[in-house]
């Protein structure tokens, strides 16, 4: 069996893979119906959120879908945009409000680069902004963009935060109460070590009120309605929700998202300093990197695809570089069930398939 170092779908531990096998259940009978309500009241307990002030609101759907239903759902018909682009699910948001018309500017960075909070500065000056859209973790590169400074430009501009935090929820801080967030999109199989089919969107109970509804499928509304009189609009993958509440149980368990946080930054430190002990560099500084993915340059004379192959025949799954960066970096991602002698096997691995050049 390969151990799963991608951004997701993550290496199960034996419990949530277990939880696969509970019975059979119709969506629409009142055992699915606490499952869902028990999931609901579990998610807004990652950060220890209040019932009243926020909901949680689960789709069936890869993170994508959640990012869109925020997106699509809670910015209103006459409200405007500004998205942070430095990465490829800061691009795609702003690809997202290009497909269904929502008036919106995009701050552009370079990828790998920081925000660019004067230019975001700059931006907020010329326009108003209903709301600002931003990646937590760009996984594109592993750098953590720095929220509070956004969310601290965001208050003094009367705008509200759309978070796309696919790749951090419940192992970075997010400050749901004292920054202006408006909702945050995220996934049951990052890390939260669920299985990829269920997404879900924490959002303040007086955006849903005053959101839009662009789509059929994705209208967070229609979910939020249903899902708090136990039921839901449409199928839901019911052995993913298993899945995941066991996954949470598991969670809570382990001492909620600081617990995690800190075991991701041993585990990171294990690989970043074993594999820099190979010559090995990181593509960012420590200080910029979330504790969940960091990229690394690929070392001269070593092909993407040959490291991987490698690795692969050795039980590892490294993630390639996307876009511009596909030819030059690699990317390790430590979620899920991976002990520290998985890691160190995979710093020797890479120093034997390195002495191996030519
Ligand atoms: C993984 C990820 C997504 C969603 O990807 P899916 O393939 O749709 O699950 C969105 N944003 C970020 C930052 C991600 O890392």
Redesign the pocket.
């Known amino acids: 069996m390969n151990l799963l170092l991608n951004?997701?779908p993550v290496t199960l531990t034996t419990r949530v893979r277990q939880a696969l096998l509970r019975p059979d259940l119709c969506h629409r009978e009142p055992e699915f119906s606490e499952l869902q309500s028990s999931i609901r009241d579990d998610l807004l307990r990652v950060y220890d959120l209040k019932p009243a002030d926020w909901t949680a609101v689960l789709l069936t759907g890869?993170?994508?879908?959640a990012?869109e239903a925020m997106l699509t759902s809670l910015v209103t018909a006459d409200g405007r945009v500004l998205i942070l682009d430095n990465g490829v699910?800061g691009a795609r948001m702003a690809k997202m409000a290009t497909a269904y018309g929502i008036d919106h500017d995009t701050v552009t960075c370079g990828w790998g680069e920081a925000l660019d909070i004067d230019a975001i500065k700059k931006q907020l000056q010329i326009r108003q902004y209903t709301h600002i859209a931003l990646?937590q973790?760009?996984?594109t590169t592993g750098r953590l963009n720095d929220l509070a400074a956004v969310a601290g430009l965001a208050a003094e501009h009367r705008a509200e935060l759309l978070i796309?935090g696919?790749?951090s929820f419940a192992a970075e801080a997010i400050e749901f109460n004292d920054w202006p967030v408006a909702a945050c999109a995220a996934?049951a199989n990052?890390c939260l070590h669920g299985v990829?089919g269920i997404s879900f969107v924490i959002t303040r109970k007086q955006a849903l009120a005053t959101g839009a509804t662009r789509s059929v499928y994705l209208d967070l509304n229609t979910y939020e309605t249903q899902q708090v009189a136990g039921g839901t609009p449409f199928t839901q993958s019911v052995q993913c929700c298993y899945a995941l509440a066991e996954a949470l149980t598991e969670f809570f368990d382990e001492g909620g998202w600081q617990a995690r946080r800190s075991l991701y930054r041993q585990r990171m430190a294990l690989v970043r300093d074993g594999l820099q002990s190979q010559g090995v560099e990181p593509l960012l500084a420590d200080s910029a990197c979330s504790c969940v993915l960091n990229a690394f340059q690929l070392p001269a004379g070593v092909t993407y695809t040959r490291l991987h192959d490698s690795l692969k025949a050795a039980g590892f799954i490294i993630y390639a570089g996307q876009g511009e960066l596909a030819s030059s970096i690699f990317r390790i991602a430590v979620m899920g069930a991976l002990a520290d002698s998985d890691l160190q096997r995979l710093v020797e691995e890479v120093g034997g398939i390195l002495s191996r050049r030519s």
């Open positions: 951004p997701g890869s993170g994508t879908a990012v699910y990646v973790h760009e996984t796309d696919v790749s996934t990052k990829p």
